[in-house]
């Protein structure tokens, strides 16, 4: 999830206009700087993360920030994040959905329970 993390993983575009530059660094690094393919294909590493975005465990600082990205990111589908923000977004959700789509389920009741994002993010990563 890493998708989220995956990719669930792009917050810092959405709150560019409220940050600082450290905070803009950090979260560079945190999205940009960070292989999915190391969290998406390590299971010890994507399980812990999807604890994390379940309230299951405590999070570690690069999944807690993550988690608390969610929402936004799919709300906006990832309206204010850079091109390869973007980018990083689409190759995590086309690799963690098919790959467990039970978990990305369990994602949208927790993360989009209208049900109102997963129509514009699907659009978004056929695309």
């Given at each position: 999830?890493?998708?989220?993390?995956?990719?669930?993983?792009?917050?810092?575009?959405?709150?560019?206009?409220?940050?600082?530059?450290?905070?803009?660094?950090?979260?560079?690094?945190?999205?940009?700087e960070v292989d999915p393919d190391f969290i998406l294909d390590n299971e010890r590493i994507l399980t812990s993360y999807l604890k994390c975005f379940y309230s299951e465990i405590e999070c570690n600082a690069h999944a807690e920030v993550v988690k608390k990205s969610i929402p936004n990111v799919l709300a906006t589908v990832c309206g204010r994040c850079s091109d390869k923000q973007k980018g990083i977004f689409k190759y995590s959700l086309n690799k963690f959905i098919p790959a467990h789509p039970k978990d990305w389920e369990r994602i949208l009741s927790i993360y989009d329970p209208t049900g109102e994002a997963w129509p514009k993010v699907k659009e978004f990563i056929e695309s």
């Open positions: 999830m890493v998708w989220l993390l995956l990719c669930f993983l792009l917050f810092a575009a959405g709150r560019a206009e409220d940050m600082t530059q450290e905070d803009m660094e950090f979260y560079t690094r945190v999205f940009e």
